[in-house]
């Protein structure tokens, strides 16, 4: 059974910081790509960073400089380190690990609000 546990939401001040966690369990994470989205109220789901099995990273342009992704293998765990923070990055937050490249299947989390608001 694979899950994705993300944590580390919350309440944030504009410029403040928030680092999410994404705990993954029934996959072998290491060959996952894995990867942040978030959606806002009335919007599209849009990509915020991912980061590949090699370590490369892919971070959105409307984040960039501000957020960055890390993958630590030996704890099955991606990050999000947010700083920075502004009202328009509120939405709710999904981990995702994707294996269709290699034939296999993706995988989302619960999700996770973020919420910066003054």
């Known amino acids: 059974q694979v899950q994705l546990v993300e944590s580390g939401g919350g309440l944030a001040q504009p410029g403040g910081s928030l680092r999410l966690s994404c705990a993954a369990s029934g996959i072998i994470f290491s060959i996952y790509t894995m990867g942040w989205y978030r959606q806002a109220p009335g919007k599209q789901r849009e990509l915020v960073a991912t980061v590949t099995s090699g370590g490369i990273t892919n971070v959105a342009d409307s984040v960039k400089g501000r957020f960055t992704i890390s993958r630590d293998n030996a704890r099955n765990t991606v990050y999000l380190q947010m700083n920075s923070l502004k009202p328009e990055d509120t939405a709710v937050y999904y981990c995702?690990?994707?294996?269709?490249?290699?034939?296999?299947?993706?995988?989302w989390g619960q999700g996770t609000q973020v919420t910066v608001s003054s």
């Open positions: 995702n690990a994707d294996a269709t490249r290699l034939g296999g299947y993706d995988f």
